[in-house]
């Protein structure tokens, strides 16, 4: 198994922090970055090759890549999707399909956590083709990618444009792709993208479910996570990460 992390975005929103940087790059501890956390997150669970899907300021990007590789213990491949700006992050999983054979434990390049996510996502694994990190702790709110699931524990739906009362919680940005749905997988975010290029690869999450799927949640329980997007999540980002 091998880790990756969606580092292709942007990041508009914490400009001009944001003007000749990723956000993935953005300090959150000392001199640690959020792609600090992550990798070192699925380095903790035992993960040395880790591959970084890349867009926006690729370069800064391949300019880091040795000493994370020092600092972490892992060898890192760049990624780079070409459309990181036009597309939505449906078709930056989609450009990493050739690895998902390989099994992949993946995270957002813009959200930060404990390791103890993955560490629940590896205890999840069963007869899943894919498991999902679901809160279901904290209240949602309109913008957050919320989950129905079965009574067996699968996915049935996931989306924004959700009911909270219907939703069971939020899917946090962590997931574990297992070998065997490589092809189903690869093929369920190629729809999605063909269909709408701005659709989410949560999206293709959906198309796989619907396809017969089966995409399964692993409760984190109480944690203190948080996804970048703005500059108030970055001033919880580094109270959150200084725990990490």
């Given at each position: ?6 580092a292709a975005?942007?990041g ?6 944001t003007d000749?940087l990723?956000k993935t790059l ?37 300019d ?5 590789e020092?600092?972490h ?8 999707n070409p459309?990181?700006l ?18 992949v434990?993946?995270a ?8 103890s996510?993955?560490?629940a996502?590896?205890?999840?694994r ?5 498991v999902?990190?679901?809160d279901?702790?904290?209240e949602?709110?309109?913008?957050e ?10 996915l ?6 959700m009911?909270h009362?219907a ?18 997988l ?5 729809a999605t ?22 995409v399964?949640i ?7 996570w948080v ?12 109270e959150?990460?200084?725990?990490c």
């Amino acid at each position: 198994m091998i880790g990756m992390v969606l580092a292709a975005g942007w990041g508009s929103r914490l400009a001009p922090l944001t003007d000749e940087l990723p956000k993935t790059l953005l300090e959150v501890d000392g001199d640690r970055t959020i792609l600090d956390v992550a990798i070192g997150n699925l380095r903790s669970v035992g993960l040395d090759e880790i591959v970084v899907v890349t867009g926006f300021r690729h370069d800064v990007l391949a300019d880091r890549r040795p000493a994370l590789e020092r600092d972490h213990g892992v060898r890192i491949e760049l990624l780079y999707n070409p459309k990181a700006l036009e597309w939505n992050n449906c078709y930056s999983l989609w450009c990493a399909r050739e690895h998902f054979a390989r099994g992949v434990l993946m995270a957002n390049g813009d959200t930060v956590h404990p390791a103890s996510v993955e560490e629940a996502l590896l205890a999840a694994r069963g007869d899943g083709d894919l498991v999902i990190a679901v809160d279901q702790e904290h209240e949602l709110a309109d913008e957050e990618m919320k989950v129905q699931v079965s009574p067996e524990g699968l996915l049935t739906r996931i989306t924004k444009q959700m009911d909270h009362a219907a939703a069971a919680g939020e899917y946090i940005g962590v997931t574990l792709i297992e070998p065997h749905a490589a092809d189903a997988l690869a093929a369920a975010l190629q729809a999605t993208f063909e269909r709408d290029p701005q659709l989410y690869y949560e999206d293709g999450f959906q198309e796989l479910a619907d396809r017969g799927g089966r995409v399964r949640i692993a409760p984190i329980g109480v944690v203190d996570w948080v996804e970048v997007d703005d500059h108030a999540d970055l001033a919880r980002a580094r109270e959150v990460a200084c725990r990490c």
